[in-house]
């Protein structure tokens, strides 16, 4: 549809009004109400290739394309290293401040800003976030260039680059560690490439251009994590990617599981991984390694010492046989049928509800809670899991359709009682794609209402809201799923079932050599272990330890596993991994009603000691040189994003759903209608001074 640019709206009004007349109001009216809503949808040529994007006063947008996003991953053992280089270059004739949106891995270290400007390389520093905005607004205003690097989820960071100059090119390298375990004896690591549109619930208090959505009450930056969003699907955001694993034994399948990629063994256990070419940043990239028959890893022992402290990342492996056979239990699903589920997600969903069911046993019963803008149980209270309420099950859901809205707070209120169940195991499997900005809200109600239930999360589609589902499942004391394609359904609900059908190893304990001594370890208390998944704890002490003796409770049996700590391996990253770990248990007490005076001293005093971006530190590398002349403005410009493989905009962004709010809309249709009534008003003046 071609739309004429605000300033030719606001002529052709003018000249309809100058010649009409109290005859002709209506019709007039009637074309002014079309005219002034076209204003929302003012003429702005659509993105290419990552382009950011302002409009000026003359109405002339101009745009600085991200040429490219290069990622370099090196794997060694259970740790990764990661860093994202993203490069940009500004094509226009005028200064520009760039601002863009990407998501990293939700439990990952983010420690290191590097920004290059020609030959010239500048590090970035840790300061505490509102001093690291201000030594970049005072860069930006000085006309020196500046690159801030903020946390607005754990999931979702923002970039900004101050002063690009007309023809410059300029690229920010930002590096991460993250940890790599193995479920099932398969290692997997998952790279995120889009940020998918969120849902913002509650009454917008604040509108602001940097996103799609306002601030609610409910979700205070809503604005700050909904970058506009591509629908047109003509972003690309081009990515090129290499890997360099070391697993340290030999591999029996290395697979990309969305993307293609080219394989080169440089030695025994070493491997070269690159992307067939350039890929479109729509959808998460996954790669999974499985060891040859017999040289799995049954646990694993790193350490690194700074300074006065050692830190420590032990793996549990659980027992690789069942010692017991499957216990009642009770089961509840709780499937997403919300807008942003429609398409693929949806398929997939269905499907794993339905294999699900299959597995259930007779000793069984179980539940169906399902939901989008409401939320809504098949049964009042659980059910045998009997041939006919499993067929009732099973036609219900057939006749499932994804819309609407996400509120996830009903459904959770229905599936968790808070109550004790001691006849009996009781589970929650959580199946969604997590498209929600009010996490913290979500995880005070499954703080307070488990119980002792379990909560499981299987996250759908190709761009889950995986901050949310893996926390969610570790405050619920249960495990994450990830299920990105609908011929992937079959085997990883097998594998989530054999969890769910087996007693656990909890009451876990770690003794560090009959040592008394103070020891601090994260995650605290250590979960419940379960079969074919391993348990990752980061711990810090203050000397050399030579054992460790972990203990657990099996079936009400004693559980046990000796770790020689004089073995382990010297791995740099291990203290930041463990800083990490404690950030992130600070932050989730802050979220269940913990002091956030008391969270925030404790954050940001981790966090500046270990040069780690979190809520309250931000990254900042600021130039000392000026290079925007005095008197020359800068104009600010924001990154689209392209929408998320499989998602559909309309069921997303249209019709009756809310996954993304409409609360813009409705100022805009406010604005439009103020304008009709005041050219109502000047028609009405216009018509009373010529009659009189």
Known sequence: ??????????????????????????????????????????????????????????????????????????????????????????????????????????????DHLLMRIGEREIEGVIQEKQKARQLHEAARREGRKSSLVEQNRPNIFTTDIANIAPGEKISVSIEYQQEVVPVDSIFSLRFPM???????????????????????????????????????????????????????????????????????????????????????????????????????????????????NQYMLLMLMPPDTVQNGPVAREVVFILDISGSMAGSSIVQAKKAMVLALSRLQ??????????????????????????????????????????????????????????????????????????????????????????????????????????????????????????????????????????????????IRIDLGGNARKIEYYPNPIPDLYYGEPLVVALKTGWENESLHITGREAGNLWEMIGDATKFGKRKGVGTLWARRKVRAFMEALALGEDEQKVKDVVLRTALEHHLVSRYTSLVATDTMVSRPAGTASEQSMVKTPLAHGWQAAAVFGGGSQTATSSALFLLLGVVFLFVGLLFCVIIIKNDSKCA
Not at 43 to 48: A, G, K, S, V
Request: charged share 25%; net charge negative; aromatic share 8%.
């Open 1 to 110: 549809m071609n739309i004429l640019p605000f300033h030719l709206w606001q002529k052709a009004a003018e000249n309809l009004l100058k010649h009409s007349n109290m005859q002709k109001g209506v019709p007039v009216l009637f074309l002014l109400f079309f005219l002034f809503a076209g204003i929302g949808y003012a003429q702005i040529p659509e993105p290419h290739q990552g382009e950011l994007l302002f409009t000026r006063e003359n109405g002339r947008a101009v745009s600085a394309p991200l040429l490219s996003q290069d990622i370099d991953i090196e794997i060694s053992g259970i740790t990764a290293r990661v860093t994202v280089k993203q490069e940009f270059i500004n094509l226009e004739q005028v200064w520009l401040d760039a601002r863009y949106v990407f998501p990293l891995p939700d439990a990952c270290s983010v």
């Open 194 to 308: 889009v940020v998918a549109p969120r849902y913002i619930p509650g009454k917008a208090v604040r509108f602001s251009a940097t996103g799609w959505a306002p601030d609610t009450d409910q979700v205070t930056d809503g604005s700050e994590i909904s970058p506009p969003v591509d629908l047109a699907g003509e972003t690309t955001v081009p990515i090129r990617m290499k890997i360099d694993l070391a697993s340290g034994f030999p591999l029996k399948r290395i697979e990309s599981l969305y993307h293609g990629i080219k394989v080169e063994e440089l030695e025994e256990g070493h491997y070269s991984i690159t992307l067939n070419g350039v890929v479109k940043a729509d959808r998460d990239f996954v790669l999974e390694w499985e060891a040859e028959e017999g040289k799995e890893t049954t646990g694993a022992l790193f350490a690194e010492t700074m300074g006065e």
């Open 362 to 507: 007779p000793v069984d019963s179980f539940n169906l809670i399902v939901f989008n803008q409401e939320a809504r149980s098949l049964f009042t209270d659980s059910k045998s899991a009997d041939r006919k309420n499993i067929q009732k099950a099973l036609e219900y859901i057939s006749t499932l359709q994804a819309d609407g809205g996400t509120e996830m707070k009903d459904a959770l209120l229905l599936a968790l009682d808070g109550k004790h169940h001691h006849r009996r195991i009781r589970q929650v499997v959580f199946v969604t794609d997590g498209a929600v900005g009010n996490e913290d809200a979500l995880f005070a109600i499954i703080e307070k209402r488990l119980g002792d239930s379990r909560l499981f999360t299987v996250g759908i589609g190709s761009a889950p809201n995986s901050y949310f589902m893996t926390r969610a499942a570790r405050v619920g004391r249960g495990t994450f799923t990830y299920i990105g394609r609908v011929s992937e359904v079959g085997e990883k609900v097998g594998m989530l079932f054999n969890k769910l059908e087996h007693p656990v190893i909890s009451d």
